[in-house]
């Protein structure tokens, strides 16, 4: 059977700051749901990872469907309504547009979108993150889909020897999607010389070439691209499937273990390790850590399973103290280098008329026999 699966991912608003979403925001959501998309979803579910809400969907009318989307729009407005009533901080806040019009894309919320044939057993991990960017998927797809290090699979499974096509977005670029496609294992040093910049180039989508199916779809929107200031960040979903033509699901998940910098925590603006933590996951900690969780699913027919935790098991407990360990190591030195992302990274924040008015202030120094300090002292 041919369906799509959508994810559509939005932070509306949540209880004592960047923390969480309130249970009334999250019915209210639901509810909405439930009453418009009757007719148009085959099945749903609805997830929430630190303050960002995530609605999976499962249909038969392909990616980029302006009534699915629509529904998915409308479903974020009531639960923005919920968390005005509430008084929750940043209610509506990735609702960058005064209306819908046709397909989210570009209006605030993420947007993952897989349509696929199903296979006879159809299990796949639904990734979302919190207080980070698209980026920080590049370094676990790439080691999932292109490292014989990370996935010997790619050694021992004929289905994985053929490789995998990356697509890849340059996300700084604002008119139009430019994208490039790159085959593991072949462009391995161009794919790894475009991902080790996470904030400029994003994969969107993964593909067997043994079989030309598509194994991954990934969220791309830079909302400062979209809003023109800073407006929180941009935290990803993905959908990922798993098994047989694809990455074993353990394969998925070992690079999460690395704890690696990403983009994100405080104001958006701080290299900070993504920790993998449970399903319903706030944020606490510098207004992070940057998290991800993940929830596994079968689907056949478009019916959903229930969701698995795959963040959930003990192995992670002690993952978890690790990256606790490397957080606080990076928030030990402030603001200093590598603790705070790069100027061009900033540039939607305050700290650009900080340095405008300094940029005034400065001066070359005509003679190399000025001393400013005595001068100015006599
Ligand atoms: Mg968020």
Same mark, same amino acid.
């Given at each position: 059977?041919?369906?799509?699966?959508?994810?559509?991912?939005?932070?509306?608003?949540?209880?004592?700051?960047?923390?969480?979403?309130?249970?009334?925001?999250?019915?209210?959501?639901?509810?909405? $749901?439930?009453?418009? /998309?009757? +007719? #148009? *979803?085959? %099945?749903?579910?609805? &997830?929430?990872?630190?303050?960002?809400?995530?609605?999976?969907?499962?249909?038969?009318?392909?990616?980029?469907?302006?009534?699915?989307?629509?529904?998915?729009?409308?479903?974020?407005?009531?639960?923005?309504?919920?968390?005005?009533?509430?008084? $929750?901080?940043?209610? /509506?806040? +990735? #609702? *960058?547009? %005064?209306?819908?019009? &046709?397909?989210?894309?570009?209006?605030?919320?993420?947007?993952?979108?897989?349509?696929?044939?199903?296979?006879?057993?159809?299990?796949?991990?639904?990734?979302?993150?919190?207080?980070?960017?698209?980026?920080?998927?590049?370094?676990?797809?790439?080691?999932?889909?292109?490292?014989?290090?990370?996935?010997?699979?790619?050694?021992?499974?004929?289905?994985?020897?053929?490789?995998?096509?990356?697509?890849?977005?340059?996300?700084?670029?604002?008119?139009?999607?430019?994208?490039?496609?790159?085959?593991?294992?072949?462009?391995?040093?161009?794919?790894?010389?475009?991902?080790?910049?996470?904030?400029?180039?994003?994969?969107?989508?993964?593909?067997?070439?043994?079989?030309?199916?598509?194994?991954?779809?990934?969220?791309?929107?830079?909302?400062?691209?979209?809003?023109?200031?800073?407006?929180?960040?941009?935290?990803?979903?993905?959908?990922?499937?798993?098994?047989?033509?694809?990455?074993?699901?353990?394969?998925?998940?070992?690079?999460?273990?690395?704890?690696?910098?990403?983009?994100?925590?405080?104001?958006?603006?701080?290299?900070?390790?993504?920790?993998?933590?449970?399903?319903?996951?706030?944020?606490?900690?510098?207004?992070?850590?940057?998290?991800?969780?993940?929830?596994?699913?079968?689907?056949?027919?478009?019916?959903?399973?229930?969701?698995?935790?795959?963040?959930?098991?003990?192995?992670?407990?002690?993952?978890?103290?690790?990256?606790?360990?490397?957080?606080?190591?990076?928030?030990?030195?402030?603001?200093?280098?590598?603790?705070?992302?790069?100027?061009?990274?900033?540039?939607?924040?305050?700290?650009?008329?900080?340095?405008?008015?300094?940029?005034?202030?400065?001066?070359?120094?005509?003679?190399?026999?000025?001393?400013?300090?005595?001068?100015?002292?006599?």
């Amino acid at each position: 059977m041919d369906i799509t699966l959508s994810v559509l991912k939005a932070d509306i608003g949540s209880i004592g700051g960047h923390i969480q979403p309130s249970e009334a925001v999250i019915a209210g959501v639901s509810k909405a $749901l439930e009453r418009d /998309g009757a +007719d #148009l *979803l085959t %099945d749903s579910h609805i &997830g929430w990872t630190g303050d960002d809400i995530a609605l999976l969907m499962t249909h038969p009318h392909g990616t980029g469907d302006a009534r699915i989307h629509e529904l998915a729009w409308n479903a974020f407005l009531a639960g923005t309504e919920e968390a005005r009533k509430q008084g $929750l901080y940043g209610a /509506g806040q +990735d #609702l *960058l547009a %005064d209306a819908f019009s &046709g397909n989210v894309r570009g209006m605030g919320p993420g947007v993952a979108e897989l349509s696929i044939r199903e296979r006879a057993a159809e299990p796949f991990v639904l990734f979302a993150a919190d207080k980070t960017d698209p980026g920080a998927f590049n370094f676990p797809l790439y080691a999932a889909f292109a490292d014989p290090m990370n996935t010997p699979g790619l050694l021992l499974s004929p289905a994985l020897t053929a490789g995998f096509r990356f697509v890849i977005m340059d996300v700084s670029h604002t008119g139009g999607d430019r994208v490039i496609e790159l085959d593991a294992p072949e462009d391995l040093y161009r794919i790894a010389a475009l991902l080790r910049d996470p904030e400029r180039y994003v994969v969107e989508s993964v593909w067997s070439r043994h079989a030309g199916e598509q194994a991954v779809a990934a969220s791309t929107s830079r909302l400062h691209n979209i809003a023109g200031k800073y407006t929180g960040k941009d935290d990803p979903a993905m959908l990922v499937r798993v098994q047989k033509d694809f990455p074993a699901t353990g394969e998925i998940l070992a690079p999460y273990a690395h704890g690696h910098f990403v983009g994100g925590g405080m104001r958006g603006s701080h290299n900070m390790p993504l920790m993998p933590v449970p399903r319903m996951s706030g944020t606490s900690y510098f207004d992070g850590p940057p998290i991800v969780t993940g929830t596994a699913f079968c689907v056949q027919e478009g019916k959903l399973t229930e969701p698995v935790d795959v963040f959930a098991h003990p192995f992670w407990h002690r993952i978890r103290e690790r990256i606790t360990e490397k957080a606080v190591d990076m928030r030990r030195q402030g603001f200093f280098g590598a603790a705070m992302l790069p100027m061009d990274e900033l540039e939607y924040t305050g700290i650009t008329s900080l340095l405008d008015d300094l940029d005034t202030e400065f001066h070359v120094r005509e003679a190399a026999a000025e001393t400013p300090s005595a001068s100015r002292a006599s």
